[in-house]
């Protein structure tokens, strides 16, 4: 194998209550040094990220809005992957009581358990939304917009293979971009659905997992597990459905 790219999440991935460890993001810095590139796909809104996180630099580029939003940190270049958030499901969903929302530029997110309030709405207007769960947040999307789309248009950006990408996550909605790395992880805290649908799994949670995973790709480009690891993609159901 031959890893160039890692791809990872940010939430209960690299950050802890929208915090990156100082180790963390040494160990970020050490694998841009051994000549790796990192992308970060994320479910929150871009202004949500800047604001509490500064060292975007670490990355070619950020999916963010889980899927919908691509961003260059180097030019400061955004990139809407689909339509505009609709402002009048918005509204709409603020006369029906859900709340809070937040709105970014494609995405539409809220909380449990205002779900069936959202899938209600969405067919009672007939749009052609779905709904994605990152844990408790709720995230509305045009249908086909997710992390594997935006890893996607990112991999075209930067013209890269899939197979030379190591993907990390912990929750329901890193699925999707996880199985189309060559290589899946999932840290420690992950869900325990999401730990069955990967490679292996970190003995360490959050930001100490994806240091223990670079310290791997780092030592010998995960060659110790390669055999268990072709053996894992192998007897992966390929209409697996997340």
Known sequence: MNFSYLATDFDGTLAEEGVVAENTIKALEALRRSGRGIILITGRELAQLLEIFERTDLFDLIVAENGALLYHPATRRKQLLTEPASLAFVEELRRRGVSPISTGEAIIATWRPHENTVLELICELGLECQVAYNKEAVMILPIGVDK??????????????????????????????????????????????????????????????????????????????SPRVRERRIQRPSNASY
């Not at 990408?165 to 869900?191: P, R, T």
């Open 148 to 225: 594997a789309s935006g890893l996607d248009a990112a991999l075209e950006e930067l013209k890269l293979s899939a197979e030379s990408v190591i993907g990390i996550g912990d929750a329901e909605n890193d699925l999707a971009f996880l199985d189309n790395c060559q290589c899946s992880v999932a840290v420690s805290n992950a869900l325990d659905s999401v730990k069955t649908r990967v490679d292996f799994t970190t003995r360490a949670p959050r930001g100490e997992g994806v240091v223990e995973l670079i310290d791997e790709i780092l030592k010998d480009d995960l060659q110790s597990r």
